[in-house]
Protein backbone atom coordinates (compact mmCIF):
# COMPACT_ATOMS: atom_id res chain seq x y z
CA UNK A 1 0.00 0.00 0.00
CA UNK A 2 2.95 2.44 0.55
CA UNK A 3 4.08 1.88 -3.05
CA UNK A 4 0.25 3.02 -3.92
CA UNK A 5 0.67 6.38 -1.56
CA UNK A 6 3.97 7.19 -3.35
CA UNK A 7 2.18 7.06 -6.78
CA UNK A 8 -0.40 8.82 -5.93
CA UNK A 9 1.99 11.68 -4.08
CA UNK A 10 3.95 11.59 -7.20
CA UNK A 11 0.72 11.43 -9.50
CA UNK A 12 -0.22 14.92 -7.51
CA UNK A 13 2.56 16.59 -7.72
CA UNK A 14 3.34 16.39 -11.27
CA UNK A 15 -0.61 16.71 -11.99
CA UNK A 16 -0.47 20.12 -10.17
CA UNK A 17 2.46 21.15 -12.47
CA UNK A 18 0.85 19.90 -15.79
CA UNK A 19 -2.95 20.21 -15.38
CA UNK A 20 -2.96 23.49 -13.33
CA UNK A 21 -1.42 25.51 -16.56
CA UNK A 22 -3.94 23.59 -18.49
CA UNK A 23 -6.58 24.49 -16.61
CA UNK A 24 -5.57 28.60 -16.35
CA UNK A 25 -4.94 27.99 -20.40
CA UNK A 26 -8.55 25.96 -20.42
CA UNK A 27 -10.48 29.57 -18.34
CA UNK A 28 -9.05 30.90 -22.17
CA UNK A 29 -11.85 29.60 -24.00
CA UNK A 30 -13.80 32.18 -22.59
CA UNK A 31 -11.67 35.01 -23.69
CA UNK A 32 -11.12 33.08 -27.24
CA UNK A 33 -14.73 32.57 -27.73
CA UNK A 34 -16.18 36.10 -26.41
CA UNK A 35 -13.46 37.71 -28.36
CA UNK A 36 -13.30 35.43 -31.84
CA UNK A 37 -16.18 34.57 -34.46
CA UNK A 38 -17.05 30.90 -35.09
CA UNK A 39 -14.86 31.13 -38.06
CA UNK A 40 -11.67 32.76 -36.27
CA UNK A 41 -11.70 30.33 -33.54
CA UNK A 42 -11.62 27.78 -36.49
CA UNK A 43 -8.47 29.48 -38.03
CA UNK A 44 -7.29 28.77 -33.97
CA UNK A 45 -8.15 25.41 -34.10
CA UNK A 46 -6.55 24.49 -37.64
CA UNK A 47 -3.38 26.33 -36.48
CA UNK A 48 -3.32 23.61 -33.46
CA UNK A 49 -3.94 20.41 -35.11
CA UNK A 50 -0.94 21.22 -37.31
CA UNK A 51 0.65 22.02 -34.01
CA UNK A 52 -0.03 18.48 -32.68
CA UNK A 53 0.63 16.54 -35.96
CA UNK A 54 4.58 18.42 -36.12
CA UNK A 55 5.14 17.77 -32.38
CA UNK A 56 5.14 14.33 -32.33
CA UNK A 57 6.94 14.25 -36.05
CA UNK A 58 9.53 16.38 -34.49
CA UNK A 59 10.29 14.35 -31.35
CA UNK A 60 9.67 10.87 -32.85
CA UNK A 61 8.94 8.65 -29.60
CA UNK A 62 12.19 10.38 -27.54
CA UNK A 63 10.14 11.28 -24.63
CA UNK A 64 8.88 8.08 -24.06
CA UNK A 65 12.25 6.41 -24.67
CA UNK A 66 14.21 8.86 -22.77
CA UNK A 67 12.46 7.18 -19.84
CA UNK A 68 12.84 3.87 -20.76
CA UNK A 69 16.13 3.94 -20.45
CA UNK A 70 17.10 7.00 -18.19
CA UNK A 71 16.52 4.52 -15.19
CA UNK A 72 18.77 1.83 -17.12
CA UNK A 73 21.63 3.42 -17.99
CA UNK A 74 24.18 3.86 -15.80
CA UNK A 75 25.58 6.90 -17.67
CA UNK A 76 23.00 9.15 -17.35
CA UNK A 77 24.84 12.36 -19.05
CA UNK A 78 24.50 9.85 -22.37
CA UNK A 79 20.83 9.35 -22.11
CA UNK A 80 20.65 13.01 -21.67
CA UNK A 81 22.57 14.61 -24.64
CA UNK A 82 21.93 11.93 -27.24
CA UNK A 83 18.30 12.42 -26.63
CA UNK A 84 18.60 16.24 -26.57
CA UNK A 85 20.60 16.12 -29.69
CA UNK A 86 18.26 14.06 -31.69
CA UNK A 87 15.86 15.84 -31.22
CA UNK A 88 17.34 19.25 -31.94
CA UNK A 89 18.89 18.15 -35.00
CA UNK A 90 15.48 17.17 -36.01
CA UNK A 91 14.50 21.11 -34.84
CA UNK A 92 17.02 22.72 -36.81
CA UNK A 93 16.30 20.22 -40.30
CA UNK A 94 12.46 20.74 -40.14
CA UNK A 95 13.53 24.89 -39.72
CA UNK A 96 15.65 24.82 -42.92
CA UNK A 97 13.30 23.11 -44.63
CA UNK A 98 10.58 25.00 -43.61
CA UNK A 99 11.93 28.23 -45.18
CA UNK A 100 13.30 26.29 -48.27
CA UNK A 101 10.05 25.46 -48.61
CA UNK A 102 8.40 28.31 -47.40
CA UNK A 103 5.47 28.77 -49.97
CA UNK A 104 4.83 24.76 -50.16
CA UNK A 105 4.20 24.93 -46.40
CA UNK A 106 1.68 28.07 -46.59
CA UNK A 107 -0.82 26.37 -48.95
CA UNK A 108 -0.34 23.13 -46.92
CA UNK A 109 -1.20 24.91 -43.81
CA UNK A 110 -3.81 27.13 -45.12
CA UNK A 111 -1.56 30.25 -43.84
CA UNK A 112 -1.82 31.88 -47.03
CA UNK A 113 -4.59 34.65 -45.63
CA UNK A 114 -2.16 35.34 -42.56
CA UNK A 115 1.36 35.34 -43.45
CA UNK A 116 2.63 35.80 -39.50
CA UNK A 117 0.93 32.83 -38.78
CA UNK A 118 3.90 30.67 -40.26
CA UNK A 119 6.75 32.58 -38.70
CA UNK A 120 4.89 32.11 -35.03
CA UNK A 121 4.04 28.24 -36.15
CA UNK A 122 7.79 27.59 -37.32
CA UNK A 123 9.09 29.47 -33.87
CA UNK A 124 6.55 27.60 -31.57
CA UNK A 125 6.99 23.83 -33.43
CA UNK A 126 11.30 24.47 -33.12
CA UNK A 127 11.49 25.94 -29.34
CA UNK A 128 8.75 23.51 -27.72
CA UNK A 129 10.47 20.56 -29.19
CA UNK A 130 13.91 21.73 -27.84
CA UNK A 131 12.55 21.82 -24.35
CA UNK A 132 10.69 18.31 -24.71
CA UNK A 133 13.97 16.79 -23.15
CA UNK A 134 14.95 19.46 -20.31
CA UNK A 135 11.55 18.55 -19.01
CA UNK A 136 11.80 15.20 -19.27
CA UNK A 137 14.79 15.20 -17.49
CA UNK A 138 13.35 17.35 -14.31
CA UNK A 139 10.69 14.98 -14.22
CA UNK A 140 13.08 11.81 -14.54
CA UNK A 141 15.24 13.00 -11.86
CA UNK A 142 12.40 14.11 -9.49
CA UNK A 143 12.59 17.53 -9.53
CA UNK A 144 8.71 18.55 -9.58
CA UNK A 145 8.87 22.22 -7.97
CA UNK A 146 11.18 23.24 -10.48
CA UNK A 147 9.07 21.38 -13.33
CA UNK A 148 5.79 22.98 -12.03
CA UNK A 149 7.42 26.50 -11.97
CA UNK A 150 8.53 26.62 -14.93
CA UNK A 151 5.14 25.60 -16.52
CA UNK A 152 3.00 27.65 -14.16
CA UNK A 153 5.19 30.95 -15.16
CA UNK A 154 4.68 29.81 -19.17
CA UNK A 155 1.10 29.82 -18.48
CA UNK A 156 1.06 32.71 -16.76
CA UNK A 157 2.56 34.52 -19.53
CA UNK A 158 0.44 33.26 -21.94
CA UNK A 159 -2.61 34.46 -19.84
CA UNK A 160 -1.68 38.10 -19.54
CA UNK A 161 -0.89 38.12 -23.28
CA UNK A 162 -4.37 37.01 -24.38
CA UNK A 163 -5.87 39.08 -21.57
CA UNK A 164 -4.26 42.10 -22.69
CA UNK A 165 -4.50 41.97 -26.45
CA UNK A 166 -8.23 39.83 -26.77
CA UNK A 167 -10.01 41.25 -23.32
CA UNK A 168 -8.09 44.47 -21.93
CA UNK A 169 -7.38 46.86 -24.64
CA UNK A 170 -10.72 46.09 -26.68
CA UNK A 171 -12.74 46.99 -23.83
CA UNK A 172 -10.94 49.90 -23.08
CA UNK A 173 -10.71 50.69 -26.62
CA UNK A 174 -14.82 50.86 -26.37
CA UNK A 175 -15.17 52.61 -23.00
CA UNK A 176 -13.00 55.25 -24.61
CA UNK A 177 -10.24 54.73 -21.44
CA UNK A 178 -6.59 55.62 -22.83
CA UNK A 179 -4.37 52.91 -24.09
CA UNK A 180 -0.70 53.22 -24.65
CA UNK A 181 -0.04 54.37 -28.01
CA UNK A 182 2.04 51.80 -28.83
CA UNK A 183 -0.18 49.16 -27.57
CA UNK A 184 -2.87 50.19 -29.52
CA UNK A 185 -0.90 50.45 -32.21
CA UNK A 186 0.16 46.78 -32.24
CA UNK A 187 -3.27 46.01 -31.75
CA UNK A 188 -4.86 47.79 -34.74
CA UNK A 189 -2.05 45.97 -36.93
CA UNK A 190 -2.43 42.77 -35.79
CA UNK A 191 -4.72 40.03 -36.80
CA UNK A 192 -6.55 39.41 -33.53
CA UNK A 193 -6.23 35.49 -33.76
CA UNK A 194 -2.60 36.07 -34.17
CA UNK A 195 -2.30 37.29 -30.03
CA UNK A 196 -2.93 34.22 -29.09
CA UNK A 197 -0.13 32.31 -31.66
CA UNK A 198 2.22 35.55 -30.31
CA UNK A 199 1.73 34.73 -26.12
CA UNK A 200 2.61 30.67 -27.06
CA UNK A 201 5.85 31.69 -28.52
CA UNK A 202 6.67 33.96 -25.99
CA UNK A 203 6.06 32.01 -23.28
CA UNK A 204 7.47 28.95 -24.66
CA UNK A 205 10.69 30.88 -25.24
CA UNK A 206 11.03 32.13 -21.71
CA UNK A 207 10.57 28.38 -20.31
CA UNK A 208 13.33 27.52 -22.40
CA UNK A 209 15.06 30.11 -21.25
CA UNK A 210 14.58 28.65 -17.66
CA UNK A 211 15.67 25.23 -19.26
CA UNK A 212 19.01 26.02 -20.54
CA UNK A 213 20.99 26.21 -16.86
CA UNK A 214 20.34 22.18 -16.80
CA UNK A 215 21.26 21.42 -19.86
CA UNK A 216 25.00 23.61 -19.92
CA UNK A 217 26.15 21.24 -16.76
CA UNK A 218 26.05 17.81 -18.98
CA UNK A 219 28.80 16.62 -20.75
CA UNK A 220 27.69 16.75 -24.23
CA UNK A 221 28.77 13.69 -26.39
CA UNK A 222 26.00 11.84 -29.05
CA UNK A 223 26.34 7.56 -28.13
CA UNK A 224 25.31 6.76 -31.91
CA UNK A 225 24.95 2.66 -30.49
CA UNK A 226 22.90 3.93 -27.90
CA UNK A 227 20.80 6.42 -29.68
CA UNK A 228 19.85 2.98 -32.54
CA UNK A 229 18.51 1.21 -29.48
CA UNK A 230 16.71 4.48 -28.28
CA UNK A 231 15.27 4.97 -31.88
CA UNK A 232 14.17 1.28 -32.02
CA UNK A 233 12.04 1.43 -29.10
CA UNK A 234 11.08 4.93 -30.12
CA UNK A 235 9.69 4.62 -33.80
CA UNK A 236 6.97 2.88 -33.07
CA UNK A 237 5.60 4.98 -30.08
CA UNK A 238 6.08 8.55 -32.53
CA UNK A 239 4.12 6.60 -35.07
CA UNK A 240 0.87 5.84 -32.43
CA UNK A 241 1.87 9.48 -31.50
CA UNK A 242 0.40 10.70 -34.98
CA UNK A 243 -2.05 7.75 -35.22
CA UNK A 244 -3.15 9.62 -31.88
CA UNK A 245 -3.06 12.74 -33.81
CA UNK A 246 -5.18 11.90 -36.28
CA UNK A 247 -7.64 10.90 -33.88
CA UNK A 248 -7.37 13.63 -31.93
CA UNK A 249 -7.65 16.38 -35.09
CA UNK A 250 -8.40 14.48 -37.95
CA UNK A 251 -12.04 14.74 -36.76
CA UNK A 252 -12.10 19.17 -37.19
CA UNK A 253 -10.37 18.64 -39.82
CA UNK A 254 -12.60 17.30 -41.75
CA UNK A 255 -15.56 19.56 -40.77
CA UNK A 256 -14.03 22.56 -42.06
CA UNK A 257 -13.66 20.96 -45.35
CA UNK A 258 -16.92 18.93 -45.28
CA UNK A 259 -19.68 21.06 -43.56
CA UNK A 260 -17.46 24.72 -42.77
CA UNK A 261 -15.54 26.68 -40.59
CA UNK A 262 -17.90 28.16 -38.32
CA UNK A 263 -19.33 24.58 -37.88
CA UNK A 264 -15.80 23.78 -37.25
CA UNK A 265 -15.40 26.20 -34.78
CA UNK A 266 -18.70 25.11 -33.08
CA UNK A 267 -17.32 21.52 -32.52
CA UNK A 268 -13.87 22.50 -31.70
CA UNK A 269 -15.39 24.94 -28.72
CA UNK A 270 -17.71 22.40 -27.31
CA UNK A 271 -14.47 19.57 -27.52
CA UNK A 272 -12.21 21.63 -24.89
CA UNK A 273 -15.71 21.12 -22.66
CA UNK A 274 -13.96 17.27 -22.25
CA UNK A 275 -10.98 19.06 -20.87
CA UNK A 276 -11.80 18.42 -17.73
CA UNK A 277 -11.22 14.68 -18.25
CA UNK A 278 -8.26 15.20 -20.42
CA UNK A 279 -6.37 16.96 -17.22
CA UNK A 280 -7.40 14.15 -14.64
CA UNK A 281 -5.61 11.51 -17.48
CA UNK A 282 -2.98 13.88 -17.97
CA UNK A 283 -2.28 13.88 -14.30
CA UNK A 284 -2.37 10.34 -14.12
CA UNK A 285 -0.14 9.84 -16.95
CA UNK A 286 2.75 12.20 -15.84
CA UNK A 287 3.06 10.04 -12.80
CA UNK A 288 2.09 6.90 -13.83
CA UNK A 289 4.90 6.62 -16.60
CA UNK A 290 8.31 7.11 -14.58
CA UNK A 291 6.51 4.64 -11.90
CA UNK A 292 5.58 2.03 -14.12
CA UNK A 293 8.93 1.72 -15.55
CA UNK A 294 10.49 2.07 -11.82
CA UNK A 295 8.30 -0.57 -10.05
CA UNK A 296 8.73 -3.00 -13.06
CA UNK A 297 11.00 -5.53 -11.22
CA UNK A 298 9.18 -5.55 -8.22
CA UNK A 299 7.40 -8.90 -7.39
CA UNK A 300 4.02 -7.63 -7.06
CA UNK A 301 4.40 -5.08 -9.51
CA UNK A 302 1.15 -6.67 -11.56
CA UNK A 303 -1.26 -6.81 -8.91
CA UNK A 304 -0.45 -3.20 -8.27
CA UNK A 305 -0.95 -1.98 -11.82
CA UNK A 306 -4.52 -4.14 -11.49
CA UNK A 307 -5.13 -1.87 -8.35
CA UNK A 308 -4.27 1.57 -9.87
CA UNK A 309 -6.30 0.87 -12.84
CA UNK A 310 -9.13 0.19 -10.36
CA UNK A 311 -8.84 3.57 -8.59
CA UNK A 312 -8.17 5.17 -12.06
CA UNK A 313 -11.85 3.69 -13.58
CA UNK A 314 -13.05 5.10 -10.02
CA UNK A 315 -12.35 8.83 -10.40
CA UNK A 316 -12.62 8.58 -13.90
CA UNK A 317 -16.31 7.84 -13.32
CA UNK A 318 -16.53 10.06 -10.76
CA UNK A 319 -15.62 13.13 -13.59
CA UNK A 320 -17.30 11.80 -15.90
CA UNK A 321 -20.81 11.56 -14.16
CA UNK A 322 -19.81 14.92 -12.56
CA UNK A 323 -19.38 16.98 -15.67
CA UNK A 324 -22.31 15.73 -17.54
CA UNK A 325 -24.76 16.06 -15.01
CA UNK A 326 -23.73 20.21 -14.98
CA UNK A 327 -23.11 20.30 -18.38
CA UNK A 328 -25.39 23.17 -19.07
CA UNK A 329 -23.65 24.96 -15.71
CA UNK A 330 -20.15 24.56 -16.80
CA UNK A 331 -21.13 25.67 -20.63
CA UNK A 332 -22.09 28.81 -19.52
CA UNK A 333 -19.08 29.38 -17.21
CA UNK A 334 -16.80 28.75 -19.95
CA UNK A 335 -18.29 29.38 -23.47
CA UNK A 336 -20.73 32.56 -22.73
CA UNK A 337 -21.18 33.23 -26.64
CA UNK A 338 -24.44 31.11 -27.32
CA UNK A 339 -23.47 31.08 -30.86
CA UNK A 340 -21.05 27.78 -29.70
CA UNK A 341 -23.70 25.69 -27.97
CA UNK A 342 -25.06 23.97 -30.85
CA UNK A 343 -22.33 20.98 -30.76
CA UNK A 344 -22.80 20.78 -26.56
CA UNK A 345 -24.28 17.43 -27.07
CA UNK A 346 -20.78 16.07 -28.24
CA UNK A 347 -19.53 17.06 -25.09
CA UNK A 348 -20.87 13.59 -23.08
CA UNK A 349 -19.72 10.95 -25.98
CA UNK A 350 -16.28 12.78 -26.14
CA UNK A 351 -16.02 12.64 -22.37
CA UNK A 352 -16.46 8.86 -22.10
CA UNK A 353 -14.16 8.50 -24.86
CA UNK A 354 -11.20 9.80 -23.29
CA UNK A 355 -12.34 7.95 -20.05
CA UNK A 356 -11.45 4.71 -22.44
CA UNK A 357 -8.61 6.28 -24.23
CA UNK A 358 -6.84 6.77 -20.13
CA UNK A 359 -8.01 2.76 -19.50
CA UNK A 360 -5.87 2.34 -22.85
CA UNK A 361 -2.82 4.18 -21.55
CA UNK A 362 -3.37 2.18 -18.32
CA UNK A 363 -3.57 -1.29 -20.38
CA UNK A 364 -0.70 -0.11 -22.57
CA UNK A 365 1.93 -0.41 -20.05
CA UNK A 366 2.46 -4.32 -21.12
CA UNK A 367 4.29 -2.60 -24.35
CA UNK A 368 6.06 -0.50 -22.75
CA UNK A 369 7.28 -2.77 -20.14
CA UNK A 370 8.08 -5.55 -22.72
CA UNK A 371 9.45 -3.62 -25.16
CA UNK A 372 6.98 -4.34 -27.70
CA UNK A 373 5.78 -0.89 -28.66
CA UNK A 374 5.00 -1.37 -32.28
CA UNK A 375 2.21 -3.03 -30.57
CA UNK A 376 0.81 0.92 -29.56
CA UNK A 377 1.76 1.58 -33.43
CA UNK A 378 -0.66 -1.04 -34.16
CA UNK A 379 -3.48 -0.62 -32.18
CA UNK A 380 -3.48 3.42 -33.04
CA UNK A 381 -3.38 3.33 -36.31
CA UNK A 382 -6.47 0.50 -35.93
CA UNK A 383 -7.77 3.32 -34.56
CA UNK A 384 -7.14 6.29 -36.80
CA UNK A 385 -8.36 3.94 -39.44
CA UNK A 386 -11.96 3.75 -37.49
CA UNK A 387 -11.66 7.61 -37.31
CA UNK A 388 -11.17 7.94 -40.73
CA UNK A 389 -13.62 5.92 -42.27
CA UNK A 390 -16.61 6.62 -39.68
CA UNK A 391 -15.87 10.45 -40.32
CA UNK A 392 -15.87 10.59 -44.17
CA UNK A 393 -18.71 7.82 -43.98
CA UNK A 394 -21.31 9.57 -41.20
CA UNK A 395 -20.18 13.32 -41.00
CA UNK A 396 -23.07 14.42 -44.31
CA UNK A 397 -25.47 11.99 -42.81
CA UNK A 398 -25.57 13.62 -39.42
CA UNK A 399 -23.24 16.29 -39.30
CA UNK A 400 -20.45 16.59 -36.60
CA UNK A 401 -21.58 14.48 -34.04
CA UNK A 402 -20.50 11.91 -36.21
CA UNK A 403 -17.16 12.88 -35.34
CA UNK A 404 -17.55 12.15 -31.22
CA UNK A 405 -19.18 8.77 -32.28
CA UNK A 406 -16.14 7.92 -33.93
CA UNK A 407 -14.08 9.19 -31.75
CA UNK A 408 -15.70 6.91 -28.72
CA UNK A 409 -15.93 3.67 -31.49
CA UNK A 410 -11.60 4.35 -32.19
CA UNK A 411 -10.56 4.39 -28.09
CA UNK A 412 -12.70 2.20 -27.42
CA UNK A 413 -11.62 -0.43 -29.77
CA UNK A 414 -8.19 0.27 -29.10
CA UNK A 415 -9.41 -0.35 -25.29
CA UNK A 416 -10.61 -3.76 -25.80
CA UNK A 417 -7.84 -5.13 -28.35
CA UNK A 418 -4.66 -3.90 -26.21
CA UNK A 419 -6.23 -5.81 -23.31
CA UNK A 420 -6.42 -8.88 -24.87
CA UNK A 421 -3.01 -8.59 -26.60
CA UNK A 422 -2.03 -7.81 -22.80
CA UNK A 423 -3.42 -11.04 -21.54
CA UNK A 424 -1.35 -13.15 -23.71
CA UNK A 425 2.32 -10.86 -23.22
CA UNK A 426 2.16 -9.20 -19.84
CA UNK A 427 -0.82 -10.76 -17.81
CA UNK A 428 -2.10 -8.06 -15.47
CA UNK A 429 -4.71 -9.59 -13.37
CA UNK A 430 -7.66 -6.58 -13.96
CA UNK A 431 -10.95 -6.87 -11.69
CA UNK A 432 -12.72 -6.76 -14.95
CA UNK A 433 -16.48 -7.22 -13.14
CA UNK A 434 -15.77 -4.38 -10.60
CA UNK A 435 -13.97 -2.15 -12.92
CA UNK A 436 -16.55 -2.77 -15.80
CA UNK A 437 -19.68 -2.06 -12.86
CA UNK A 438 -18.13 1.08 -12.26
CA UNK A 439 -18.50 1.74 -16.06
CA UNK A 440 -21.76 0.56 -16.74
CA UNK A 441 -23.09 2.28 -14.14
CA UNK A 442 -21.70 5.89 -14.82
CA UNK A 443 -22.92 5.21 -18.51
CA UNK A 444 -26.53 4.90 -17.24
CA UNK A 445 -26.82 7.73 -14.67
CA UNK A 446 -24.95 9.65 -17.33
CA UNK A 447 -27.37 9.06 -19.57
CA UNK A 448 -30.66 9.55 -17.50
CA UNK A 449 -29.34 13.10 -16.37
CA UNK A 450 -28.66 14.40 -19.41
CA UNK A 451 -31.35 13.37 -21.56
CA UNK A 452 -33.97 13.22 -18.53
CA UNK A 453 -33.11 15.29 -16.28
CA UNK A 454 -30.86 18.02 -17.64
CA UNK A 455 -32.75 20.95 -16.08
CA UNK A 456 -33.37 19.29 -12.63
CA UNK A 457 -30.09 20.31 -10.72
CA UNK A 458 -31.13 18.69 -7.57
CA UNK A 459 -31.95 15.17 -9.13
CA UNK A 460 -28.25 15.49 -10.94
CA UNK A 461 -26.90 16.44 -8.18
CA UNK A 462 -28.86 13.16 -6.18
CA UNK A 463 -27.36 10.51 -9.10
CA UNK A 464 -23.75 11.88 -8.64
CA UNK A 465 -24.30 11.64 -5.13
CA UNK A 466 -25.53 8.17 -4.54
CA UNK A 467 -22.81 7.01 -7.16
CA UNK A 468 -20.19 8.30 -4.89
CA UNK A 469 -21.65 6.47 -2.04
CA UNK A 470 -21.73 3.35 -3.92
CA UNK A 471 -18.16 3.60 -4.76
CA UNK A 472 -17.09 4.44 -1.19
CA UNK A 473 -19.35 1.39 0.09
CA UNK A 474 -17.18 -0.60 -1.96
CA UNK A 475 -13.78 0.71 -1.64
CA UNK A 476 -14.34 1.98 1.79
CA UNK A 477 -11.40 -0.87 3.07
CA UNK A 478 -8.85 -0.24 0.59
CA UNK A 479 -9.24 3.72 0.76
CA UNK A 480 -8.90 3.56 4.38
CA UNK A 481 -6.20 1.47 4.45
CA UNK A 482 -4.34 3.48 1.70
CA UNK A 483 -4.99 6.95 3.82
CA UNK A 484 -3.48 5.18 7.27
CA UNK A 485 -0.14 4.04 5.17
Request: charged share 15%; net charge positive; proline share 2%.
Amino acid sequence: MSTLKRFFKDTIIYGIAAVLPRVINFLLVRVHTDALPTNNYAENTNFYIWIALFTVLLTFGMETSFFRFYKAEEKKDAIISTSFISVFIASIVFLASAFLFSNEFIRLFDFSNNALQFKLFIGILVIDTISVVPFAYLRASNRPIRYAIIKLLNVGIIVLINLIFLRFIPDFIAEGKSVPTFLTSIYNSTNIVNFIFIANIVGSAISLLLLLPYLLKFKWSFNTLLFKKMFKYAWPIAVAGIAYTINENLDKYLIKHMIGDSEMGIYSACYKLAIFMNLYIMAFRLGAEPFFFNHADKANAKETYARIMNYFIIVGSLVFVGIVAFIDIIKELFIKNSDYWEAIAIVPIVLLANLFLGIYHNIAVWYKLTDKTRYGMYFSIFGAIITIILNIVLIPIIGFIASAWATLAAYGSMMVISYFYGKKYYNVPYNLKKSGSYLIASVVISYISFVHYRDNYLVSLALVILFGFLIFKNEKKEVLALLKK
